[in-house]
Each structure stands twice: as structure tokens, then as C-alpha cells.
């Protein structure tokens, strides 16, 4: 089974980098059989999921005043909320996709959500301390997800 | 409620790219006041440039938007290459137009199929359509797919294209290699040509704006990566008079700019504008599906902007099968741009309308100003008079319905929020 994990967000944008970084350092532990890839384009989701069983997205979500704190969703047959982990700060979010590609039957075998609460998308801001200091959280959800299952 | 007197507030707008907010005040049955309120954020980009080198701001201007990223590195390019007196060969140029198109096969594909055509289908997104519309969406989502093909070949990534350098690219695509996409963009330009079928059968609110449209044009082919603007007005100026012809202007309610034309005020720009003043330019599929949809060679409803841009999706395949089929192997894919103190303009068509790019480098080709002007700032004002009218007309209706379309006018200009601010709410109070 081939495994996939997406970090979605754009570095310039504050703690929208979350995703780009986490994906990063989860590329360099050279997992193997794991495709890493960073878009800020949710929508690519769609097809970069149909070749892949096992899918990990990562994403910041947006601020709810706890910054730093990595929620963990994994994608089942409940419905996603347009506010659910994973929202960030794009047009046709992450969770609008996956319900997308729910209604189309293209949900891969097994989809995580990781979400890691942002502080502030300012532009040209640098990530915030309370983000950074839980990247590696982040990266363990990711790994501990692609884990669950025997590839 | 009455509705003589309220106010809609309309907190997130959806299908928009970002977030945005609109305010429509009515007092004694009369629109008195409409607000789309902007949250740009203060001049970042153009900030962040300052002290970078003038190899740079193609790559870094192509990450302020996910959806446009080619238009901002064209517009950098041409921008730059004019500042150090650069001219690019033909086939650089075909090639950035070959980029581009496969931008627009990508953007208004998203918009039309995923955005827009909800509103017209009456489904409250994409999600709930895709239930009954299965192979529509399918169909939105291949054609989406070989514009992405596109820019991942030529672009070297789909997002954010690392293939792009000042001067032209690092590398150029084999004849083979730009082959092999043929079949894929054959069969986007059919799914193209289904498109506009689709959108030429929805139903249109009544809404004829006469609006100072401006747009680029050349003497050869419909404007994508290089032009001089035109206005409808019969006004004409190059690129590097666009700052001696538009000025923008602080408005109390938003962060971002409204930007006036000399002599006129608030214009609009992007798929109508384009096509109004370029349907001549058009090849001739997309014409023949112009003319079958009935849309003539103007169109001024914004409501059919979503015909508008179908039909520039048959024109950037045909345009991308063109460029293909005539490419020969063996040119220089870059030329040396030698840098010295100058200042360049740059202007292309985003999907949304003309992009403008302005640099000042010092004599080693550092960047000492940077000026940007994207298109939906340039759109504001347009924005909030067809809301002006269209809630005028519409006061009968109780405040949901009425917010709901609202939203859809707004959708017409397909704004990217994100280029030009972060924030957006819409919002409609009661009064």
C-alpha cells in the first residue's frame, strides 16, 4: 500500500506555514514507501489521493485561542464541518475538498486530518513561538497515523 | 422586519477565494450605502521586495496567490526584463503563453464548475451538486486536471512553477514531451466546448452594467501574457503609462485600494473586459462557441462572466494545442538579463484581469520599489455599484434570499480575496 502526506499552506503567511514544515520534517525521516508533497491548494487533494491507500493531510487551523495545540481527525463517515481541523485560510478549504471527493466515491482507503491551531496568518510573519514549539508534535501525529496501518 | 429600512451583514463570504464581508445598508427603500469590506493586509509584498535581489520577485510574488501564480511571475518578468532593457525572443514568449493558458484552463475551470455554477444549479456548493451532478463535476475536475498537467510540465511544479526565471526558463519541455500532452488538452478542449453548452443554458438575472471596461490587447492574439491597454471608452496607453493612467484611492471601510482611471473613476477588469474589447482576437473555436452561446461581441451582465470565462477556456486549450503543434526544439530557453538601474512595468491578464507589476532596481539589480496591483483590488468599486443596483432592484425580497444572491454577484467577478487582502466578512444588517 502506498502512503501520502500532504501539507497544505503557504510559507509567507505566518503559521500557515505549518503545513509546508511539518510535511518538511516529515519528509526527512525518509519513511519509506511515504510520498510527501506541499501544496496551498486544497483541491489537488483530489487527485494526489486517488493514487495513494493510505492519505495524511496536515494543515493550520484557524486561531481559537489555543495556539500550538494539534488536533488529530480521522476521516470516517461522519460529515466534516466547513470549520473542521484542516480549515486554514484557503477558498475551497480542506474539508470542503474531502466531502468533495466523498460525493464523487474518490475518499482514499484510510484519510487523517492533522491539524495544528495557528495564531496569526500575517503575512511575511514568521511562525509563532507556541506553533513551532509543537512542529514535532505535529510530525508524530503524522507518523503515528501513517503507522496505524501495515503497509 | 420591513424592507424599507435594513441592513445586510453577511459575515463569511463563501466560494470565494479568501474570506471576505459585504455590508448593503437600506433606509426609507433605498440603498443608501454597500460596502464590500476589503482587510488587505498593509503592503506586505511590495515591502518584502525592497533589498531583494531583481532575480527574486518572480518567485517570491508567485506564492502570494495559490490559485494565480503564473500571472504574478509573467507580470514580475516582463516588469523586470523591462527595467534592464531586455526583450524576450518569440519562442520564450509562446512558452510563457503556453504557461499561462494552462492558468486559465485551471482557474476558471475551478471557478465555473466548483464556485459558480452552484448559483446557477441552486445548490449551496459544489459538495450537495456533486451528489446529482456527478459527471458535470467529474467532467470540471478532468478539465481542471489538464491545465494542471500543463503548468506541471512547463512549470515545472503546479503550484508555484520553480521553472520560471527572469529572462525566460531554466528549462524548456521537449516537442516530445509537450506531445505527449496533446490527447489530454484534445479532450479538454471538447470538455471546454461542454462547458460553454452547460453555462450558455443557465439563467441569467437581469443586470446590464455600463462600465469603463479595461483590458489588454495586442495586434495578434487574444491578450494572456503581454499587451497594451485598451479601455472601451476608445482610450489607449501602455503598460508603462498605467501609473500616470490609474490611481488608487484609501476608502474609509476597506484596507485595500479602489483604483480610478484618469478622466473616468472606477473601471472594471478580467473575462468581460477582456472579451469585449478582444472577441475579434478570439481563435476561432472559442469564437464559433461564443456565437453559439449567444453572447455577441460585448457583454456587460456579470452574471454571464461565467460564459465569458468558459469560452476562454476553449481558448487557452486552443490556444495550448497551437502553441504545441508549432513548437520546434532547439531554442535558447532563457536569454542573460544583465542588471541596471531603471524601472520596468509589467502587465499580464490573470484569469481575474490585468495583473500590474512596476520595479525600481539600483545599477547591482537590487529592487529599491515595487509596486503591484492585482485585479480584484482594481474591481472593488465595480463590485459594490452592481450591488448597488442589483439590491435597488431586488428590495421585495426577504433578507436570506436576497443575501444569497448578493453573494452570487459577488461570485460573478470571481474575487481573489488573497491577492489583494487575507480577511474578508460579508455581512448584512438590518438597519
Not at chain 1, 463517515?77 to 470549520?83: A, C, E, Q, V, Y
Not at chain 2, 472577441?279 to 461565467?306: E, W
Not at chain 2, 484581469?353 to 492585482?374: F, K, M, N, Q, S
Request: with cysteine; glycine share 8%; proline share 6%.
Amino acid at each position: 500500500m502506498s502512503a501520502l502526506v500532504v501539507g497544505i499552506g503557504n510559507r509567507l503567511r505566518g503559521d500557515d506555514a505549518v503545513g509546508p514544515e511539518v510535511a518538511a520534517r516529515v519528509a526527512q525521516l525518509g519513511l519509506p514507501d511515504v510520498d510527501v508533497v506541499e501544496q496551498d491548494e486544497p483541491l489537488t487533494l483530489i487527485d494526489l489521493m486517488a493514487d495513494h491507500d493510505v492519505v495524511v493531510v496536515v494543515d493550520a487551523t484557524g486561531p481559537r485561542g489555543h495556539p500550538g495545540s494539534v488536533q488529530v481527525c480521522q476521516v470516517g463517515s461522519g460529515r466534516l464541518r466547513r470549520d473542521a481541523p484542516a480549515l486554514g485560510s484557503h477558498g475551497l478549504g480542506v474539508a470542503e475538498t474531502v466531502e468533495l471527493a466523498r460525493a464523487l466515491g474518490r475518499l482514499p482507503q484510510r484519510l487523517t486530518l492533522v491539524g495544528l491551531e495557528a495564531r496569526s496568518f500575517s503575512p511575511g510573519a514568521s511562525m509563532s513561538a507556541p506553533v513551532r514549539d509543537r512542529l514535532d508534535d505535529a510530525v508524530r501525529a503524522v507518523v503515528d497515523a501513517l503507522a496505524v496501518v501495515d503497509r | 422586519m420591513t424592507h424599507q429600512g435594513r441592513e445586510l451583514m453577511v459575515g463569511t463570504l463563501a466560494r470565494v477565494e479568501g474570506e471576505g464581508a459585504m455590508r448593503v445598508v437600506v433606509r426609507d427603500g433605498q440603498v443608501s450605502d454597500v460596502q464590500l469590506r476589503i482587510y488587505e493586509p498593509p503592503r506586505f509584498f511590495e515591502a518584502f521586495l525592497r533589498g531583494r535581489s531583481y532575480t527574486e520577485p518572480p518567485d517570491l510574488t508567485s506564492r502570494i496567490c495559490g490559485i494565480c501564480p503564473v500571472a504574478y511571475e509573467m507580470s514580475a518578468c516582463q516588469a523586470i526584463e523591462a527595467a534592464c532593457g531586455v526583450t524576450i525572443p518569440e519562442q520564450i514568449r509562446l512558452m510563457r503563453r503556453l504557461l499561462y493558458c494552462g492558468e486559465w484552463i485551471e482557474s476558471h475551470t475551478l471557478h465555473v464548475y466548483l464556485l459558480h455554477a452552484p448559483d446557477f444549479l441552486g445548490y449551496p456548493g459544489a459538495i450537495e451538486m456533486a451528489k446529482d451532478h456527478r459527471d458535470l463535476v467529474e467532467r470540471g475536475l478532468r478539465l481542471k486536471k489538464a491545465g494542471n498537467a500543463l503548468m506541471t510540465l512547463v512549470g515545472g511544479r503546479a503550484v508555484h512553477p520553480v521553472n520560471v526565471r527572469v529572462g525566460g526558463f531554466y528549462r524548456f519541455p521537449t516537442r516530445s514531451e509537450l506531445g505527449a500532452l496533446r490527447p489530454q488538452l484534445a479532450r479538454a478542449l471538447d470538455d471546454a466546448l461542454a462547458t460553454v453548452s452547460m453555462a450558455a443554458g443557465f439563467e441569467f438575472p437581469e443586470l446590464d452594467q455600463d462600465y469603463e471596461y479595461v483590458a489588454l490587447r495586442t495586434d495578434h492574439d487574444y491578450p494572456i501574457e503581454t499587451g497594451t491597454f485598451v479601455t472601451s471608452s476608445g482610450r489607449t496607453f501602455g503598460v508603462d503609462a498605467f501609473d500616470t493612467w490609474v490611481t488608487e484611492e484609501q476608502v474609509p471601510h476597506s484596507h485595500a485600494l479602489h483604483a480610478h482611471l484618469r478622466d473616468t473613476g472606477p473601471y472594471v477588469v478580467g473575462p468581460l473586459a477582456r472579451y469585449s474589447l478582444n472577441h475579434d482576437l478570439l481563435p476561432p473555436t472559442a469564437r464559433q462557441a461564443a456565437d453559439a452561446a449567444g453572447l455577441g461581441p460585448t457583454c456587460r451582465n456579470p452574471f454571464r462572466s461565467i460564459v465569458v470565462r468558459a469560452v476562454e477556456i476553449v481558448a487557452a486549450c486552443e490556444e495550448a494545442l497551437r502553441i504545441i503543434d508549432g513548437w520546434s526544439d532547439g531554442g535558447a530557453p532563457s536569454v542573460p538579463v544583465p542588471a541596471r538601474a531603471g524601472t520596468g512595468h509589467g502587465a499580464t491578464e490573470a484569469p481575474r484581469g490585468v495583473l500590474y507589476h512596476r520595479y525600481e532596481l539600483a545599477a547591482d539589480g537590487t529592487v529599491l520599489d515595487a509596486r503591484i496591483v492585482p485585479p480584484t483590488s482594481q474591481n472593488q468599486a465595480g463590485i459594490e455599484h452592481d450591488l448597488r443596483d442589483f439590491v435597488q432592484a431586488r428590495l421585495d425580497l426577504d433578507t436570506e434570499e436576497l443575501t444569497r444572491q448578493c453573494e452570487q454577484a459577488i461570485r460573478n467577478y470571481d474575487p481573489c480575496i488573497s491577492c489583494a487582502t487575507h480577511f474578508l466578512d460579508l455581512t448584512v444588517e438590518e438597519a
